[in-house]
């Protein structure tokens, strides 16, 4: 064993049993707005531990030894983990094996920052599958290994109340009503995905459904804090050559998840599952709110 990596070990150790550790797992993590979180969330908390989910282990590695050489003294708080979230076989064994890298802790993660997506110019089903399906399927096996009090940040998009702003009131109250269920969302978004007349709203109608599911995911779980927020507009593959500007480590795109993961997010129990804007401001899931903006102060 190298001189190194026994020494990260050490440190690792010694947080565990201090009980300090608080590990968080991005997904969609080697490159873009995730890598930057990881980057973010190393040196900004002493206390963290990233696990960095990739769906290629070799670029995972590689985002990895970036964390790294961004901030040593990440050094023993940072991992990979190769996850596709759009493959149920894949996610499956990423929880297993992380699971089975801490097998004396039965809930390992503070948190979870779905992130992984993709962007525009893509059918409704395959964007679906990915940015909302995707969100789901990594919940229904990571969230039984996050510890009480932890934390859920789904990584959302102003398109999502930009695409809600457009709908008639019956589509409108599918994406913002609490009383919406998981049955009547799901068949919802078979109906777009199964015509013909709605694309080029892909994108935006993905990330509304996981402002939606937030709110379902957070009433099914009311020990964790769980909710979605901006990134802001960033320059990164998803977004290239559509006007935005700032790459991700010229951006803001982590203070709002940061916040969802670290932050003194509010626990009342008749309002979680909210929705943040890329100022980590509450903001509505129907209209856009800017950043700098007064709150939104609605349900």
């Given at each position: 064993?190298s ?5 990260r070990?050490c440190?690792l150790a010694?947080?565990t049993?201090?009980?300090?550790v608080r590990?968080v797992l991005?997904t969609g993590?080697?490159k873009?707005?995730g890598?930057?979180?990881?980057k ?5 908390q ?7 989910g990739?769906?290629s282990?070799?670029?995972g590695e590689k985002?990895?030894?970036d964390?790294?050489?961004?901030e040593?003294?990440?050094a ?10 759009s493959d149920e076989?894949?996610v ?17 993660l503070?948190?979870l920052?779905n992130?992984?997506?993709v962007?525009?110019?893509r059918s409704?089903r395959?964007?679906l599958a990915?940015?909302f399906?995707?969100s789901?399927?990594?919940?229904a ?8 009090e ?9 398109s999502g109340?930009?695409?809600v702003?457009?709908l008639?009131?019956?589509q409108?109250?599918?994406f ?10 799901d ?7 199964e015509?013909?007349?709605y694309?080029?709203v892909?994108y935006?109608?993905?990330k509304?459904?996981?402002?939606q599911?937030?709110?379902q995911?957070a009433?099914e779980?009311p020990?964790?804090r769980?909710?979605s927020?901006s ?7 998803l977004?290239?050559?559509m006007?935005?500007?700032?790459r991700p480590?010229?951006s ?7 916040y969802?993961l670290?932050?003194d997010v ?5 309002n979680?599952?909210r929705y943040?804007?890329s ?7 129907d209209?856009?709110r800017?950043p700098?903006d ?6």
């Open positions: 064993m001189r190194l990596l026994a020494l070990l440190l010694t947080l049993a201090a009980g300090a590990r991005v993590a080697n873009g707005i890598l930057q979180i990881c973010k969330i190393v040196a900004t002493p206390d963290a531990h990233v696990v960095l990739s769906r282990a070799s670029r985002a990895v030894a964390v790294l050489a961004s040593p003294s990440a023993g708080r940072v991992e990979m983990l190769q996850l596709d979230v076989a894949s499956a064994a990423a929880a297993s094996e992380l699971a089975a890298r801490y097998p004396s802790e039965p809930t390992p503070h948190g920052c992130n992984a997506g962007g525009f110019g409704i395959e964007t990915t940015n399906y995707g789901v399927r990594c919940c096996h990571f969230v039984p290994l996050i510890e009480a932890g934390r859920v940040c789904n990584v959302a998009s102003a109340p930009n695409f702003r457009g008639d009131a019956e409108k109250a599918i913002t009503s609490r009383a919406t269920s998981w049955e009547a969302l068949a919802c978004l078979q109906r777009y995905a015509s013909t007349d694309e080029g892909a935006g109608l993905s509304a459904a996981v402002n599911w937030t709110m995911l009433a779980h020990q964790l769980v909710n927020c990134p802001g507009y960033i320059l990164t593959d977004t290239a050559g006007g935005a500007t700032k480590e010229e803001n795109c982590h203070v709002a998840p940061l969802l670290f932050g509010p626990h009342p129990e008749a979680k599952g943040y804007g100022d980590a401001v509450r903001s509505p899931i209209v856009y800017g700098g007064p709150p939104y102060e609605g349900d």
